[in-house]
């Protein structure tokens, strides 16, 4: 109990203690109004202020005296500061508990304002541990990098020096062909050339290591020598595939290119021996496939005497009296002799031992094609090989390829030169000349550009040859003496259809590779026909048997051509117009023996017309009745007797039918010139106008001969 009076004693106390406080507080206050309303009415600037205050409106509005009003504010002010203080003193346990709760959290804050003071310093601490570990994490990552870079370098240096016992072996005992061995040559040429970039003194291990590589360089240049000088010599064996050698050599490229690096005495001595060697064994080579399929040409050859304006008859031998038939069907057409250059460009090459067991004989323009396939297909691949194989390239590389084939190129011009000269065929020539055209395109396509000069030289020789051929042709119709023809034929000559069937093969032969050469040739040729075929019909006595021979010899050439060659040419266009001007010509000289007085009538009368000379008109006047008379009573059976003739005359149907229709439109033409004469003032009362047979009436007539096809 004591000690509960005590507190109650104490508690009392403070309470006593805080209410005192706030009166003080209170009375402070009161005081503060009261100098802050001394204040207000010492400034004259804050008057108005004050009257605009609302208690104070309130008291002026109701007239009360301000003193008076302020000692009621006073007396109510100080019973609300009693109420306030019994207030207080009933919430004193409260006031009591709070002011216990206050001092208790104060404490606690103090607690933790403790804690934070030393983890504030515990931070400060680690903060300065962190940055000494940054920095010393700084300095390691330096120490890092450093060590790894002289690692790395030292590592490449070490791997750079250190010689394998397994590279050791391989290129001592090694196989050439294998990886392995390719691999450590690599390897071995790294290594030689790292050494060397450095100066020696900068190595320790210089003297060992340079010791060691020197011994394997010249080890394996020893072995790459005798490989390649082998795989040379194996070119010299008989029946050898160089394809296959070659490809090994090109698989280790290698081989040449250390050489090259390491000791360019024996790279130069590997290059030569190999170029010497693969001269002779191409020498060799084509030198006997050369002599081996000019065994297998047919013996029947073109000769000089076969040209297009020779006899047809069968020649007698000097060994005897029988006459000997030669087929000269090869030397003027083509039949299947084009398939050499559509289908068999570059088809297999001919096999001599195989077409000699077979007793299998060839064509000049199919031994030719042969032989040049053959050189062009080796020339390709020997300058890919020398190209890749000793890596040179442009002039350097066309240089070392004229070494490799230049005698054999001599030797095939040679050759060539030969087998072109033993002929007279010009379609054989002419067709060299397209295969080596063809090839000249094949090899630019392969890029095998130095064969391109022995191409230069062989069309040299062809086109002398051709043009040889077709001067001799030419000179031979122009000599042609028609005088001495034992019979004449209106009918096509042996010459012209020889002429359309050797035309027809060169331009279709031409069609594929355009050559102007040839134009020169043919434009000469075609005169020399043209005046041939005008000799042969001056023969015949009569213009009408001189142009029935012309028409049938100019149809025969251009329907030759218009069948073979699907292009219009210039031949063609020249034989269309020659033709039609003579049927014109035939057609005027067919009808004047049935209508020549029409004929002339109608021509002399037109003149006259034109020139109005009346007077002369009127002297025909007694020679219209007869004409009119004639021509009604026979001009059927003469146009019978006309289809007759021109059937008769002409060998070809379709042509004689074109003719025939030709002749029946310009009789048209001449009887209607006919009426339109008589319809002038001056024969207007010729009494046998009436009797004249209609237009019409002539035209459906000759619609009867109207071909059906």
Known sequence: MSEIAKDSISIYNETSDLIQQLQKETEIDSQQKFFESSECNIF??????NLDDD???EALRKGLDLRKYSKEVNQDLSELEKKSIKDYYKEAGSIIKLHSQVKSC???????????DGFQKNLSSISSEIQILQQQSVTMNIKLKNRQSIRSELSQFIDEMLVPESMIKTILEGQLTERAFLECLHELHHKIEFLYEKPPHEIKCFSDIHEILYKLKTKAITRIREFILQKTYQFRKPMQNYQITQDTLLKNRFFYEFLTLHDRSVARECRDEYVNTMSKVYFSYFKEYSSKLNKLQLEEVAEKDDLLGAD????????????????????????NRFSTIENEIESTIIIPHAS????????????????????????????MFLSDFFMVKDKPCIDLFQTVFGKTYGLLIKSSETLIQSTHDAIAIFLCINIIQRYEILAKQRQCFPILMYYESILEILWQKFDSIMQMHSNSVALVDTHKFSSLDVRPHYISRRYAEFLTSLLTINESIQNPKLNANLSQLQVEIQNF?????????????????LINNYDLLLNVITERIKEDNREAQTLRDLLNNRINDYVEEVLMPYFGNLICFVKECEILIEKENINSLKSYENHVNPLIKNFTNDWKKSLELINQEIMRSFTNFKNGQAILQATLTQLIQYYHRFHKILSHNCFKYVSGRNEMLSIHHLMAEIKKHKPTF
């Open 55 to 57: 208690f104070v409106k």
């Open 106 to 116: 104060d404490e606690i804050l103090e607690t933790i304002e403790s804690m934070l």
């Open 312 to 335: 047809d008859k069968p020649k007698t031998s000097i060994f005897s009296s029988k006459p000997t038939m030669r087929n000269r069907s090869t030397v003027f057409t083509l039949g």
């Open 44 to 49: 004259q600037t804050n008057i108005q202020e």
């Open 356 to 383: 000699q067991k077979s007793d299998q004989k060839y064509l000049m323009e199919n031994i030719f094609r042969s032989e040049q396939f053959a050189l062009l297909d080796n020339s390709c691949n020997e300058y």
């Open 533 to 549: 075929i005008l000799r042969l019909a001056s023969e015949f006595g009569q213009r009408k048997d001189q142009l029935i021979s």
